[in-house]
């Protein structure tokens, strides 16, 4: 049981009472507890190591493990990896290690035991609970190796990040698999959260266990399940899929609307910086894993610098948008360099962040223009560790393909709906298949939220008879079983195997809500995605693309 005092998010974490007891000695307690409906298991030998730090900082939570009878051993501090190594030197090769954090309240003997098993049976090298894909909640977790693989991590691994982390060099080098237990059945509890990172995730743990008579002998199903009904937590996790190892939600929420008054059809305004950091909050908590923005959406990236402030900083990976308005086409290229400067500067403030996961091109002209400093002062950044993933937005299809073509791309936003036939006739689908480890968001599912509308709010375009159309997406939509015209719109870019996820933005929290919801809904099937594309008219760019709408029509969508 890895343990110290010295967290960043939550000072001294570690100490904070739960039912008596510091929480990280509970952790340690419930870790090594007998499960009483396990007592015919087989009598293995085991034992429990509180592994804390030598740094002095965790003296005082040293002091209190021992004084409640664990074993206490400390070693390095921030080589957590050199720490479980010298913890297990006296063991032999063969002997079964399993690492738990003190964090993490629910995991128990019972648990633990069951993982052992499980590990010994499956003849790997590393088995862990692999969140989401294991169904337990965020914090009921627990990996298995041996010493001897513990070792040889210990002498290869020389990445800070694998020594702070212990498994990830392991599950990457050696034989792994995921354990999910078998008492879990076909339950999925991913969109809860049981560990302690910040204020609000100790009050849930305080009040999991309020009321609980034995909380170092509570098993963790029945805590689980405790955890489930709590007043004000998820219901249910929106889609994802698994893309290089990691989950990418099928609903990404769009930011624009909460920076800035934006939309054809929003009645609604913007909302409050309250409302706005709840909106995103509460589409985390669903399991949305990202967040669109950009420098030119309002005040977007402050709102989400507040949002994701403490722990919710690591729940939800933040797209932004590259800012170069201002260039003429004749800027230099210390002028050129300057801007990208300022622009990822900029919100790397507005974002409380000090490096960016994903930037993108706000304009794919941009990558060429200034004979490409832009797009070059953007790769320097990357390679300096400032940016972590590139990409572009995108407006048209040869643009996309232009894109798909540049190996230093891996994440590409493109304006895809019902109505727009030019993606697919231009051959990005395909494309796109070629490239699986590019990340492919759709944004516009609702056009700015005006399919969702009756025709007198759709965009004048010259013969585009909007009300015929409007009537086979109603029709479509009956045909299909879909609940709404809504419904029918959100699933399509979900049914595409090369689509990631939809951008979809809200201006309300009911709005959120019913875009969570519909998220969920039965995706469709190849055959009705064929019947959309042959019975819609196709619609001119005009219609298609916002920046082609007259003034009048925005003007009148919102007054």
Known sequence: MQARTSSSRLPAKALLPIEGYPSA?????????????????????????????????????????RERGLTVF????????????????????????????????????????????????????????DWPLCGLPYGLSGEAFSVSVLRKAHREATDASD?????????????????RPQGLGSADFSHLRCTIDDEEDYRRMVCLFDQVADPIGVRWHDLLHKLARLPGEPTFRVP???????????????????????????????PSTGQAVAIVRKAIAHGVTAVDTGRVYGTAEEILGKALSGAW???????????LSGLT?????????????????????????????????????????WQGTAWHRLLELREAGTIAVLGASVYQPQEALEALDDPALEHLQIPLNVLDWRWEAAGVDRVALRRPEVIVHARSALLQGVLAHPPNRWPNAEDFRAVECSQILERLAQQFGRES???LCLAYPRSLGWVTSAVVGCETAEQLEENLRLSRTAKLSAEQCRVLRQELPRAPEKFLNPSKWTKQHEYSAKH
């Open 74 to 129: 400390r070693g390095p501090l921030h080589d957590v990896l050199g720490r479980y190594y010298l913890a297990c030197a006296q063991f032999p090769d063969d002997c079964t290690v399993i690492r738990v954090t003190a964090d993490n309240m629910l995991p128990d003997g019972g648990f633990l035991r069951g993982l052992a098993e499980a590990f010994t049976a499956a003849g790997v090298d590393y088995m862990g609970t």
């Open 313 to 323: 900083s690591s729940r939800a990976e933040v797209i932004t948008k590259l800012d």
């Open 25 to 65: 000695v509970l952790a340690t307690l419930r870790a090594g507890n007998r499960d009483a409906a396990n007592q015919n298991a087989p009598n293995r030998e085991h034992g429990t190591i509180f592994a804390t730090s030598d740094d002095s900082s965790d003296d005082e939570l040293a002091r209190q493990a």
């Open 329 to 369: 086409a004749d800027a230099s290229e210390a002028q050129v360099r300057s801007r990208v400067d300022a622009s990822i500067a900029l919100s790397c403030r507005a974002l409380g962040r000090s490096r960016l996961t994903v930037v993108l091109l706000h304009r794919w002209q941009d990558r060429g223009a």
């Open 163 to 179: 020594r702070e982390h212990v498994g990830p060099w392991i599950k990457r080098n050696c034989r792994s698999t995921f354990y």
């Open 240 to 270: 994802y899929r698994i893309i290089a190892g990691r989950a990418h939600s099928e609903l990404t929420l769009g930011t624009a609307q909460l920076g800035m008054e934006y939309g054809a059809v929003n009645d609604h305004g913007q």
């Open 485 to 487: 015209v809504t419904d």
